[in-house]
């Protein structure tokens, strides 16, 4: 077969054969994109006389899969992707690596572009590279630090909840409490248990760090990321008495993937190109990594944990109160990082002498952060993604049995809220513990201290602990409130109206000044009295009915439209709290646009505001500026509301359908030249 490149245009081969392409279209935030730049290929392919195969990788999963005669077959490979896409299978093919955005607005474009587009070798590219400045989903995207960030976070959960509970059901069954902490007889059923576990937390911070490596630099990065991450982890490597902890890993799961970015950049030999992703990039930035983390990096952790040592050791005689808060914010820093470490150790080191007051204030502060953040999950669910709360259970139970890390992925997730309610949290369980003069007779912490007796003055030990935790909960809900609240802000009142262009009258407002302060329950109520509208064909498994149809906005702005419509859905009855599903569509919006191209924009919000899915469509005449990929104005509105529960089918399912069919121009130009309600109607049956 030949190549693209020996085409000599149009949609034939030069041996005159049909030109044959395949495709993979991915967006990291969702799966409109990935449908829209699936369906543009698919046309643009059609018009040109080519014949194409698309693979879509959305949320809801890889569809339309290639398989080994697709690939074999094909003449070239384009991937429209803002997220990682394997092309080890495209190997010895031409592969075009671009963004989303170019695979909407510039399908013809690319299917010229692959002919020419450079072989794929046997291994990856890199995460970073080749995007052809593709914008992702349009908007503020997140950034590939973030998603790098996320990346390495998702990966170590398991280890962390795995090796917490090992260790926390072994030390509860099989442990008691010596003078040298929590004892395990060797060779025993629970020691074994207990050895598993600790395996488990000594991977998690290799793991963190050889993720976020992975998700900057891609395969070549995970050695020398996970390396590093363990380097970091060891202080023994860097005459440190503590490693770096998790802090350290992130810190060299960066300096890896960025590494290996710049390494790739470095133009060398053909000869050497096939051996530069499996041999001498990883050889080269393991080392370089390595020794810059022992000999530069490692010093100033060694140093640090030194000084604090014995800063601390000049404190003994100071203020127990003010002892106790500033152990409790260096226990909560790092959760096994050098700060910690050091405050654990100082206290400690005071058992032999006789001094248990100070190891009890570090032990009053070693639950804290695990407790409050599992407690933060429970008080306020809908903050949390499922995994969140899920881990936020298993960090509960960790925090009884003084496991601290386990509140680690969620400072990963979100270092610049959780720290700080982490450490204000420990401060007060430490300040409460130290002037209430509690003792620890053994080198560990938690409730489970108390329950085995090695605490002197436990209900002031178990006060402190609930202090603590309190505080650290409602304070990391707060902060992750008032940061989603931002987004909100200034959001001027508007009136909502029900059937308007019904052709039944003057539209009636039953939600103005909702965003001015009415109450929300107050708000459904006065829209649930409106008059129902007459019975009209079931569009979108009857989420979409006449009541959530509005002919023409009066918004004239995203964060007032995202309002208004909400108020209309609120109309069905469906929605328990407006302005919390405003508050969700708006932060779904932060993470890149729903403005689709087209005229088109899809806000959407998966959140227990709403008792069941609800769908609604309205337009703006005059066109809404939403940071669409094409610059164009929203005019075509849908906006869907799911409760959690439905978030992993029925959302994805509504998302996809709608994506799809508002690629069809005609069916765009039905809408919006639809004269009334029922029109519209009439025009989404199609839909169903």
């Known amino acids: 077969m030949t190549t693209p490149a020996d085409s000599p245009g149009g949609g034939t081969t030069s041996g005159g054969e049909r030109l044959k392409l395949v495709a993979v279209t991915a967006c990291p935030t969702g799966i409109a994109h990935t449908y829209m730049a699936a369906e543009k ?105 973030y998603k ?79 390396i590093g991450g363990f380097i970091a982890n060891t202080g023994a490597l ?19 993937g960025y590494l290996v970015l710049w390494i790739k950049k470095v133009k060398v030999p053909k000869v050497v190109q096939p051996i530069m992703p499996i041999i001498v990039i990883p050889i080269v930035a393991t080392t370089a990594l390595g020794l810059v983390f022992i000999y530069v990096i490692g010093k100033p952790v060694s140093w640090v ?78 903050l949390y993604s499922d995994q969140e709360r899920e881990t936020g259970m298993a960090a509960l139970f960790m925090g009884m049995f003084g496991i601290s890390e386990g509140a680690i992925p969620f400072a990963a997730a979100r270092p610049a809220v959780v720290i700080p309610a982490n450490m204000l949290g420990g401060a007060v369980a430490g300040a409460i513990a130290g002037v209430a003069g509690v003792g620890d007779h053994v080198p560990h912490g938690g409730p489970v201290v108390a329950a085995l007796g090695a605490i002197s003055g436990w209900a002031w030990f178990l006060i402190a602990i609930a202090a603590g935790t309190v505080v650290t909960a409602l304070t990391t809900n707060a902060l992750i409130d008032l940061r989603a609240r931002r987004a909100v802000a200034a959001v001027a009142p508007v009136a909502v109206t029900i059937g308007a262009g019904a052709g039944a009258g003057a539209p009636e407002p039953v939600l103005a000044g909702v965003a001015a302060g009415t109450g929300t329950a107050a708000a459904v109520a006065m829209a649930t009295t409106a008059t129902a509208p007459a019975p009209a ?30 108020g209309m859905l609120a109309a069905t009855g469906n929605v328990r709290d407006v302005d919390e599903l405003v508050r969700v569509a708006l932060a779904r919006e932060a993470q890149g646009t729903t403005g689709l191209g087209e005229s088109i924009a899809i806000p959407h919000a998966k959140t227990d505001a709403v008792s069941r899915p609800t769908v609604g469509f309205a337009r703006s005449g005059a066109g809404i500026e939403w940071g669409s990929l094409d610059g164009t104005k929203a005019r075509l509105l849908f906006m869907i509301a799911v409760p959690e529960a439905a978030a992993g089918d029925e959302h994805l399912r509504i998302l996809a359908l709608l994506s799809r069919k508002l690629m069809d121009e005609e069916f765009r130009e039905r809408l919006g030249a639809a004269p009334d309600t029922r029109a519209v109607l009439e025009v989404l049956r199609d839909l169903r």
């Open 41 to 145: 290929l698919q046309q643009a392919a059609s018009r040109l006389g080519v014949d194409m195969k698309v693979e879509t990788q959305g949320s809801i999963g890889a569809e339309n899969v290639l398989d080994d005669n697709d690939v074999r077959e094909a003449d070239g490979v384009i991937i429209a992707a803002d997220k990682e896409v394997d092309r080890e299978r495209f190997a010895g093919k031409r592969v075009l690596s671009t963004g989303v955005a170019d695979g909407i607005h510039r399908p013809e474009e690319l299917i010229e572009r692959v002919r020419s587009a450079p072989v794929q070798t046997g291994a990856t590219a890199g995460a970073a590279d080749g995007r052809g400045g593709g914008k992702g989903g349009g908007g503020k995207e997140r950034s590939l630090a």
């Open 148 to 226: 790098a960030l996320m990346n390495g976070v998702s990966y170590m959960i398991p280890f962390v909840v795995v090796g917490g509970l090992l260790i926390a059901v072994s030390l509860a069954l099989g442990g008691h409490a010596t003078a040298e902490g929590y004892v395990i007889p060797e060779g025993t059923f629970w020691a074994h248990v207990n050895a598993l576990g600790g395996i488990g937390f000594q991977l998690m911070i290799p793991i963190l760090s050889g993720y976020i490596a992975y998700a900057i630099g891609d395969r070549p990065a995970l050695v020398p990321g996970m």
């Open 238 to 256: 860097y005459d440190s008495k503590a490693g770096a902890g998790f802090i350290g890993a992130i810190v060299t799961g960066f300096l890896a």
């Open 305 to 382: 944990f030194e000084n604090l040592t014995s800063w601390l050791s000049g404190m003994t005689g100071s203020s127990a109160v003010l002892l106790g808060a500033i152990l409790g914010l260096m226990i909560a820093f790092d959760m096994g990082g050098p700060v910690n470490k050091t405050a654990f150790l100082f206290g400690t080191g005071l058992i032999a002498s006789g001094n248990h007051a100070v190891m009890g204030m570090c032990a009053a502060a070693i639950p804290v952060m695990p407790l409050g953040q599992g407690l933060a999950t429970l008080l306020r669910r809908k």
């Open 537 to 566: 064909p079931e569009v979108l498994s009857g989420y979409l009915t006449a009541g959530t149809v509005k002919t023409e906005l009066a918004s004239d702005s995203k964060e007032a439209a995202i309002r208004e419509m909400a």
